[in-house]
T-cell receptor
Framework: GNSVTQMEGPVTLSEEAFLTINCTYT??????LFWYVQYPGEGLQLLLK?????DKGSNKGFEATYRKETTSFHLEKGSVQVSDSAVYFC?????????????FGQGTILTVHP | SQTIHQWPATLVQPVGSPLSLECTVE??????LYWYRQAAGRGLQLLFY??????ISSEVPQNLSASRPQDRQFILSSKKLLLSDSGFYLC???????????FGPGTRLTVL
């Protein structure tokens, strides 16, 4: 079946540090890949997405590249801010008759200190 | 624009009591609807999805059920809550199966 594995957290960084959150996946066919962010006390918001191999999704300074050869979709940001503190979820949506269902990783808690 | 509502925002219920969580979507027609649960320290698990009124698919066997009495209304229910039902419940919608999902603010359920 489909699965998503994220690096374990929590991750604690100082402001302006470089961020990488690893994400690898297992899926049949050609899934679409997503990063969602959950700020404290809120629901999930889509951060970025990529729908085919070698696509790069980007938003708010975050980037992730769909790497089919390594089945990865690592999230990066060059300089984090305190306001980036949140839980980050990697997810995939398989094609075919999956009815758009998302399979999520376990989430990575990011805390950024001033 | 489209919006998604969930209520209540928080709920504390005793073991064995019934449950009803509601999710409604505005500004779109015939959305796909989803219920997810986020247990403490774990990722999100898809519980149910619906592609139309009265059409419910369950992803995992459990103590919960879902219903879709109207096009833009999705209800999560239980007749008797268990301690293990505690968690953060998120409703989501999408235009169709090929598009991104939009999530509601969630309901935090604590079963004591």
């Amino acid at each position: 079946g489909n699965s998503v594995t994220q690096m374990e957290g929590p991750v604690t960084l100082s402001e302006e540090a470089f961020l990488t959150i690893n994400c690898t996946y297992t899926a049949t066919g050609y899934p679409s890949l997503f990063w969602y962010v959950q700020y404290p006390g809120e629901g999930l918001q889509l951060l970025l997405k990529a729908t085919k191999a070698d696509d790069k999704g980007s938003n708010k300074g975050f980037e992730a590249t769909y790497r089919k050869e390594t089945t990865s979709f690592h999230l990066e940001k060059g300089s984090v801010q305190v306001s980036d503190s949140a839980v980050y979820f990697c997810a995939l949506r398989a094609g075919g008759t999956s009815y758009g269902k998302l399979t999520f990783g376990q989430g990575t808690i990011l805390t950024v200190h001033p | 624009s489209q919006t998604i509502h969930q209520w209540p925002a928080t709920l504390v219920q005793p073991v064995g009591s019934p449950l009803s969580l509601e999710c409604t979507v505005e500004g779109t027609s015939n959305p796909n609807l989803y219920w997810y649960r986020q247990a403490a320290g774990r990722g999100l698990q898809l519980l149910f999805y619906s592609v139309g009124i009265g059409q419910i698919s369950s992803e995992v066997p459990q103590n919960l059920s879902a219903s879709r009495p109207q096009d833009r209304q999705f209800i999560l229910s239980s007749k008797k809550l268990l301690l293990s039902d505690s968690g953060f419940y998120l409703c989501a919608w999408s235009v169709d199966t090929g598009n991104e999902q939009f999530f509601g603010p969630g309901t935090r359920l604590t079963v004591l």
